[in-house]
């Protein structure tokens, strides 16, 4: 039975070949395939390209994407599509390639303004695949020994030369989570944000914590409520850098609410009523984006999904 996928970043449609990535002869057979092709990254941002119904991601021969970037630090395998190889090249300095080597090919955008825009297919593929380089622009250097690393496993490991340690993509888990009380829910806003947006709360785990309790840690540091019930409803891959979020919904003992003036400078209790306005726009709060996990949460509340 196939899992529904419900957020941004999630369904990922590839074959990862995680066993076969793992043979250096293999993976040089694919690098040499005919039809093997490269999404193109430049500091972070993807390149894409306008069609009649929108923007894609820009696609390129490897033999092409290779021409533009010869080293194979910067190349990642992504996997398989059917038969097809997969790839990912990055780009880096500080002037616009899409100025110079890749004139006339597309755009770099920003991940967040690609989520937007991009299918579910195509910004799980991007957002897998900016999540590696940005492992690998901080992981140079080998955290046991302090030796320079260097890439195997198509970009999923890196090993240390000198003290053969090897090293694997991280991923960060994060609790986001929207507190309920007796027909309402809490959102709670960051100063940085934009003017009006308010969003669900959120917080990373900490070693030796269940999910269930970095929830309730992170409502009490935050807002001041105490958690009585928590339930899953799904996770988000979110690639800013490379985080896993752990969407829950969380009931609390009471309504006092009080933001902690560290995270959050403002919270606000809304009806369904009142959270439906916020997601149609038609409500001073504004809503976290649409491809954002918060988002999903309030709308399955609003839909019903309870505790």
Known sequence: MALPVLNTFAGNPLDRAGDLRNTPEWLVEQGESPDALAMVFWEGQP??????DGPRLAWLALTHARDLVPERDREVFLGLWKTAPVFAVELEGPVDPAEGPVRGLGAFTGMREAAAVLSGAEAAMAGGAKSLFDWRRKHGFCANCGSGTKATAGGWRRVCPSCEA???????????????????????????????RMSALAGFLEPGETIEEACAREIKEEAGLTVTAVRYHSSQPWPFPSQLMIGLIAEVSDDNATPDQTELEAVAWLTKDEARAVLAGTHPVKAPPTFAIAHTLIEAWVD????
């Open 47 to 52: 390149l894409l390209e306008e069609h009649a």
């Open 166 to 196: 090897e090293h694997f993509p991280r991923v960060d888990p994060v609790t986001i989570m929207l507190p309920v009380f007796e027909g309402r829910c809490l959102l709670g806003r960051q100063a940085a944000w934009p003017a009006g």
């Open 304 to 307: 019903g999904f309870e505790i």
